[in-house]
């Protein structure tokens, strides 16, 4: 229900926007300054999007927490669908994502919403023998077997 809210109400905020800023301004001017907008945008995308993927590259290489990399990732990257959307709105919103506080600020509203139960990794045998691993297996007659074609007999 929300997203069609949000496919309704966000387009027209950005035909309003459009007017009042073209007739303050004047066609050009606004064309131009979408056009600016989406360049400048695709730059700060480019870097904060490397610079994140650094930060969860060194969270996994260092078995940390990569919830936070992972999350900051994908709002800079709807920053950066939202920065190539062409209008006023949605430039501000994509330009907000892309700051650091505004992204810690949605995380934390993320995160207390978001329940984590631990995992295990290698594994997931018996924590009291770690050197058992369960398995099934299946006893195959020689003779049975035929050959694969791949070796000699």
Excluded at 11 to 30: K, Q, S
Excluded at 141 to 153: K, L, M, N, Q, V
């Amino acid at each position: 229900m929300w997203l069609l809210i949000a496919f309704i109400i966000v387009p027209l905020i950005e035909i309003a926007l459009f007017i009042e800023v073209g007739g303050a301004i004047g066609l050009w001017p606004t064309l131009a300054v979408v056009v600016l907008t989406a360049v400048i945008g695709t730059a700060l995308l480019r870097r904060q999007g490397l610079a994140e993927m650094n930060r969860l590259r060194a969270a996994l290489d260092g078995h940390g927490d990569p919830s936070a990399p992972l999350v900051h990732g994908a709002m800079i990257l709807f920053a950066g669908a939202l920065l190539l959307t062409p209008g006023f709105f949605t430039d501000a919103v994509g330009f907000a994502l892309l700051l650091p506080p505004v992204r810690n600020f949605v995380f934390a509203q993320i995160r207390e919403r978001i329940v984590v139960h631990g995992t295990r990794g290698g594994d997931g045998g018996n924590p009291a023998r770690p050197d058992i691993i369960e398995g099934d297996y299946e006893t195959i007659d020689p003779a049975e077997r035929g050959t694969s074609g791949w070796t000699r007999h």
